[in-house]
């Protein structure tokens, strides 16, 4: 086997030359180096995530709580708390959330 120069970039460990690491590429080649049925596999997980979450009735934008996770996906402990402790978490949530849009707006401004 050959050894790369110094200044040739670096190669996954387990793979040919000609495999580039995908942490090495940008984003949109990184999706471009995923095989068509992988990508296929992730778009469709992530409209079933998208469609169990719409079907919730009542619908969000009709008057339902906003950020009910479908029972599917939601987490054992969350049945057990009261209805305040719920309400508290999700507007703690919703907090953090806004607080991370400034941040990165920030980061925005910055650069």
Not at 84 to 109: P, S, T, W, Y
Request: proline fraction near 14%.
């Amino acid at each position: 086997p050959t050894t790369p120069s110094p200044t040739s970039p670096p190669h996954h460990p387990t793979y040919p030359p000609p495999y580039l690491s995908p942490s090495q590429l940008k984003p949109l080649e990184q999706w471009a180096a995923v095989p068509a049925l992988g990508q296929i596999q992730i778009l469709t997980l992530l409209g079933c995530f998208e469609l169990l979450s719409e079907m919730e009735k009542p619908h969000y934008m009709k008057g339902g709580k906003t950020g009910v996770i479908p029972l599917i996906f939601a987490a054992p402990q969350m049945s057990a708390m009261s209805e305040d402790k719920k309400a508290d978490l999700r507007l703690k949530e919703l907090q953090n959330g806004r607080l991370a849009m400034v941040g990165i707006m920030g980061f925005f401004a910055a650069s």
